[in-house]
């Protein structure tokens, strides 16, 4: 009778610890922030860098009125702190703000730079859970990008900064995903004008094949940077897709190397590597790796579809890439098709 009971409970500990690991494992439905319509007010924000002058912020403005957008600048919007656009208390209120507005309904962030990390602690995400509208921006804005996918659990968008240059490329792609709830998919551009500029419409395919995921990601060094806080979702079965400037190849190795240690390479389902401008060896005597031999060392023992030169990273053209959809990359041929719409 003691033997059958102990392997009752055995068993009834087997069960409930297994219902526990698959509550665990389901992600919850992810939330589609509304379209942009021509009229809406979009909220300006600097939660990083500081912008050098007040006409640079007059042009950010006329950028989105030239969207058929409203800006509407944050109460701190041209504050300045050291190297960054006003303390973290101050910046951390102005993104809180814009999400509690309920006359708001995106967000750009005017640039990037260093210190979105620093106001993680101070954002709001209660109200900002329930009030889902989009966050746009890349680089530094990568820190508030993934900390939304952990724990506000709707789409934003790795796009152009405000103070970006929005050519046609960039803005056909942002109007296709933010205003069109399209579906589009994002090829690199071969016009001659590109490939001499940033050498793009060159891809490598590291791994053939097609790869179905969540899109996550961003840049790689704020990446590497929030491993083992509380600000990171789960990589499990995802696409993710990385891009940097200004780092060396020993540089991406070790952020790779990180990344492999935590665990995070060995869950995704697929690597798309965008630009990585000014990534070259330097005068360092950690030179003898290209960026692309470090890229294949990383990726093509993962066994599963990577390719390099995606077009986003910090270059004048690039995607607009929703975190959280559903998306198919083909690493042959260096595209990626989001599989639903970001907005609802």
């Not at 703000?97 to 620093?118: L, S, T």
């Not at 793009?200 to 990601?217: D, N």
């Not at 806080?229 to 540089?251: C, V």
């Not at 066994?303 to 986003?312: W, Y």
């Amino acid at each position: 009778m003691r033997m059958d009971r102990r392997g009752a409970l055995t068993g009834m500990g087997a069960m409930l610890a297994a219902m526990s690991i698959s509550a665990r494992a389901a992600p919850a439905p992810l939330v589609k922030p509304p379209r942009l319509r021509a009229g809406d007010m979009v909220g300006l924000i600097e939660p990083a860098g500081f912008s050098d002058d007040a006409f640079d912020l007059d042009l950010v403005k006329d950028t989105i009125l030239a969207m058929g957008l409203k800006p509407k600048a944050a109460p701190h919007l041209a504050g300045r702190y050291g190297y960054l656009a006003g303390t973290d208390a101050d910046r951390a209120a102005d993104v809180n703000a814009m999400f509690a507005d309920p006359q708001v309904r995106a967000v750009f962030a005017v640039r990037g730079g260093w210190g979105c990390a620093r106001i993680l602690p101070r954002l709001d995400f209660a109200t900002i859970r329930k009030n889902p509208k989009l966050l746009v921006g890349f680089s530094d804005i990568t820190a508030l990008h993934l900390a939304f996918a952990a724990k506000a659990g709707f789409t934003t968008i790795h796009g152009p900064n405000a103070a970006s240059s929005w050519g046609a490329f960039s803005w056909d792609a942002f109007r296709a995903v933010a205003f069109d709830a399209a579906t589009p998919t994002f090829t690199t551009p071969v016009g001659q004008e590109d490939r001499l500029a940033q050498r793009s419409g060159r891809i490598r395919t590291f791994r053939p094949g097609v790869a179905r995921g969540r899109l996550l990601g961003g840049n790689l060094t704020v990446l590497a940077a929030l491993m083992g806080t509380a600000y990171l979702p789960d990589f499990t079965g995802a696409i993710l897709f990385i891009e940097d400037i200004g780092e060396q190849p020993y540089r991406i190795d070790r952020m790779l190397t990180q990344l492999s240690l935590a665990g995070v390479l060995g869950k995704l389902a697929g690597v798309a590597f965008g630009q990585c401008t000014d990534c070259g060896p330097g005068g360092t005597s950690y030179g003898g790796f290209t960026l692309s031999e470090v890229l294949q060392q990383h990726l093509e023992p993962l066994a599963i579809p990577a390719f390099q030169g995606g077009q986003f990273g910090h270059v004048a053209n690039q995607y607009s890439l929703p975190l959280g959809v559903e998306a198919e990359m083909d690493a042959s041929a260096g595209t990626i098709r989001l599989l639903e719409p970001a907005v609802s």
